[in-house]
């Protein structure tokens, strides 16, 4: 109970103490508002970026062309090569047959070309389309699959794949950096807020001190009014998260310039960045306090 009674008359003290040095307190709040609006950004845009990367790694396809003369017993053998790599998550048949039949239907030319041809005189190649599970793994799982017997040719976007994703991840740890920046500048700007709240109180904290005030007693008041500091903060960072990602979202029906650079579904995805805002904000209030307070109180 005694403990109770004590963080109870902290976070009175600490809501006290945030309206008693309201100027500084507002101008903390203020710049810690738009730090983490700037976090929220970095963080909404690294999910997208994340989840860009793996919508249009789905559609990157392995194309293996097999041998024109290859028998039946090889092609099966060449399919369960396929299909036990590990690195293979699903893989589709093309005949050269059904290959030519879609060209007819895309073009009257291929139509009159092609609908002469007999099966001798197909000049096209059976092909496997494959499905990769990790991207990063294409040009790896392409050398292996392109040595295998009869095949002749593998194609999957050379340069174009290594390309995207060194373009991807540099803007992943980009923004992975900013977030890291923003909540050392968060933590910076409380913490000069509790040194400037601790020079005006300082006849207090020697009072408590002679009266035999512990250090955990003297420091727990400014680690709550940190915590209200960064929990204040986050206010309008999770309001505008919430409502600005629904409406750019409902604005550009969940996709950005083609249908496949979609948006992460804002539920739960919102809830989620604004419960790590407030986290963040929260956090890094008390850890900014109480190093503020440990650090020039020389407690």
Known sequence: MKFIRMIGRDIRDAIKSVFRNFSLSMASISCITITLLLVSLAIVSSYNVDNFTKLISRDFTIVVFVNQDITEEELTEVEYNIKENS????YKFQSKEDIAASMMET??????????????????????????????EITETAIV???????????????????FLSVFKIIEKVLVAIVILFIFVTAFLISNTIKLTIFSRRREIEIMRLVGASNFNIELPFIVEGL??????AIIPIILTIYGYIALFTQFDGQLFSPFVRLVQPNP???????????????????????????????
Request: net charge negative; hydrophobic share 45%; charged share 20%.
């Open 228 to 233: 209200f500091i960064g929990m204040f903060g």
């Open 269 to 299: 995805f919102v809830y989620i960045v604004s419960l790590i805002i407030l986290s963040i904000g929260i956090i890094v209030g008390m850890f900014g306090s109480l190093s503020a307070v440990r650090k020039h109180l020389k407690i």
């Open 107 to 136: 073009s009257d030319t291929f139509k009159n070309i092609m609908g002469q041809w007999d099966e001798t005189e197909n000049p096209l190649k059976d092909t496997f389309l494959i499905k990769v599970k990790n991207i990063e």
């Open 87 to 90: 690195n293979v998550s699903e």
């Open 145 to 163: 699959i392109e040595k295998l017997d009869n095949v002749s040719l593998v194609r999957y976007g050379e340069g174009i794949v290594e390309n």
